[in-house]
């Protein structure tokens, strides 16, 4: 009887313990919130990428595509009305090399980089096939 009371004294004052410490911890900071969402792929079997943009009403976001050195290709301006968008970029008239996508909205800032590589078509010389006996 006197061993199970003693380990149920040690119990609680392991549980005491636990819980002055668990008192003792700040409160957690909660997280900035993201003002909108984005997702990148490339349409199959092109030369063309599609930009899917999620944002909360009431703040603008500027998108520029910039070319390796630094200039910008093309500039897309959404207003704060709107809220889902898409966006299509092609590819094919402008030669291989590094992109930046930057889409910017406020203070935030998101960046992601292109790498457009095409391989160049040659053509085989014809070939025969020749069996012998």
Not at 5 to 34: D, H, N, W, Y
Not at 87 to 111: C, K, L, N
Request: charged share 25%.
């Amino acid at each position: 009887m006197r061993k199970v009371v003693r380990k149920i004294g040690i119990g609680f004052c392991c549980l005491l313990l636990m819980a002055g410490s668990v008192a003792a911890t700040p409160p957690a900071v909660p997280l900035p919130q993201e003002s909108f969402k984005m997702g990148m792929y490339r349409v199959k079997d092109s030369l063309k990428m599609k930009l899917m943009l999620e944002k909360e009403e009431g703040k603008a976001v500027s998108i520029k595509l910039y070319d390796n050195k630094g200039r910008v290709l093309q500039r897309y301006v959404l207003g704060k009305k709107a809220g889902i968008h898409s966006i299509q970029f092609d590819f094919a008239s402008v030669p291989d090399g590094a992109y930046r996508m930057v889409v910017t909205s406020g203070d935030e800032r998101m960046v992601k980089d292109i790498r457009l590589s095409t391989a160049h078509v040659v053509e085989v010389p014809a070939r025969t096939l020749v069996a012998l006996n």
